[in-house]
């Protein structure tokens, strides 16, 4: 079964204090994995895919790697506006539904400053 | 990147009563997604619905409680029928973007009480 896990649940950083969430998955055959930001009361802002081991992203102080196994989105520096919850999700190549996500249950990020 | 629409944002319904969330995209596509989130759970398909056809329903969701509409390319209606308590959530719609990703709506914050 297709799945995806985020950890942590819940994580508390000062401002500036980097830091890392992961994203285990299965999948059978993965075709993409995603990052998203949820803001409360807002959907999902799409931040990254990432298509095969070894690629890697970033964004202003966001930088997602991806293996085999796992991803993870790095944090570097950051700041009270990062605060949100961080969603991941993969798309499996072999599913009869090619444009369905998986999500995880995210990790929520609060930065304090 | 697509932009969306959706309405209402919220609502408080009684049980045993029918809503319907509407999803409108700036530009056409030819698939749309709805997704639910329960309160705690992460993002799960609904449905895909297609336009000029019927809608592929995910397991544990079906047609009778959860129809669907799609009368054209940038434009669907989702119904949460004969609701209760456990139908509280947030219901979102999606749809492809040109980037590799998926586009979220900012979602319908539903109360059955």
């Known amino acids: 079964e297709d799945q995806v896990t985020q950890s942590p649940e819940a994580l508390r950083l000062q401002e500036g204090e980097s830091s890392s969430l992961n994203c285990s998955y299965t999948?059978?055959?993965?075709?993409?994995l995603f990052w998203y930001r949820q803001d409360p009361g807002k959907g999902p802002e799409f931040l990254f895919t990432?298509?095969?081991a070894g690629e890697e992203k970033e964004k202003e102080r966001l930088k997602a790697t991806l293996t085999k196994k796992e991803s993870f989105l790095h944090i570097t520096a950051p700041k009270p506006e990062d605060s949100a919850t961080y969603l991941c999700?993969?798309?499996?190549?072999?599913?009869?539904?090619?444009?369905?996500?998986?999500f995880g249950q995210g990790t929520t990020l609060q930065v304090k400053p | 990147s697509a932009v969306i629409s959706q309405k209402p944002s919220r609502d408080i319904c009684q049980r045993g009563t029918s809503l319907t969330i509407q999803c409108q995209v700036d530009?056409?596509?030819?698939?749309m997604f709805w997704y639910r989130q329960q309160p705690g759970q992460s993002l799960t398909l609904i449905a895909t619905?297609?336009?000029?056809?019927?809608?592929?329903?995910e397991s544990g969701f079906v047609i009778d409680k959860f129809p669907i509409s799609r009368p054209n390319l940038t434009f669907s209606t989702l119904t949460v029928s004969n609701m209760s308590p456990e139908d509280s959530s947030i219901y979102l719609c999606?749809?492809?973007?040109?980037?590799?990703?998926?586009?979220f709506g900012s979602g319908t914050r539903l109360t059955v009480v």
């Open positions: 530009s056409q596509v030819t698939m």
């Open positions: 990432l298509y095969s």
């Open positions: 619905a297609n336009q000029g056809s019927e809608a592929t329903y």
């Open positions: 999700a993969v798309q499996a190549s072999r599913s009869s539904n090619t444009g369905k996500l998986i």
């Open positions: 999606s749809v492809e973007q040109g980037a590799g990703g998926y586009t």
């Open positions: 999948v059978s055959g993965l075709r993409g």
